[in-house]
């Protein structure tokens, strides 16, 4: 089993910035990636950023360039960087933890960009 607690989430104005963070705990050797999606109001879950355990990162078209995906190994935290953010980018944002078999979500931290 695999807990995953997002933190970080707030509002701020349009053109600020943002550092959610990620923490996993329990059976973590079993994670082969860690990632973060939104899900705007009225709209579906979209992926944000994912990071492999070998480094190796992915995002979405609408973030590239202002968004950053880290991690801290050592800690078992992934870390969502988000700068010049855009009244678009509100959502509720969650991690996830990915093994084969099964994906383990946090409880997701709501991020309000006022314009």
């Known amino acids: 089993q695999v807990h995953v607690v997002e933190s970080g989430g707030g509002l701020v104005q349009a053109g600020g910035s943002l550092r959610l963070s990620c923490a996993a705990s329990?059976?973590?050797?079993?994670?082969?990636?860690i990632g973060w999606y939104r899900q705007p109001p009225g709209k579906q879950r979209e992926l944000v950023a994912i990071?492999?355990?070998?480094?190796?990162?992915n995002y979405a078209d609408s973030v590239k360039g202002r968004f950053t995906i880290s991690r801290d190994n050592a800690k078992n935290t992934v870390y969502l960087q988000m700068n010049s953010l855009k009244p678009e980018d509100t959502a509720v944002y969650y991690c996830?933890?990915?093994?084969?078999?099964?994906?383990?979500w946090g409880q997701g931290t709501q991020v309000t960009v006022s314009s």
């Open positions: 996830v933890a990915r093994s084969i078999l099964l994906d383990y």
């Open positions: 990071i492999s355990s070998g480094g190796s990162r």
């Open positions: 329990g059976s973590t050797v079993s994670i082969n990636a």
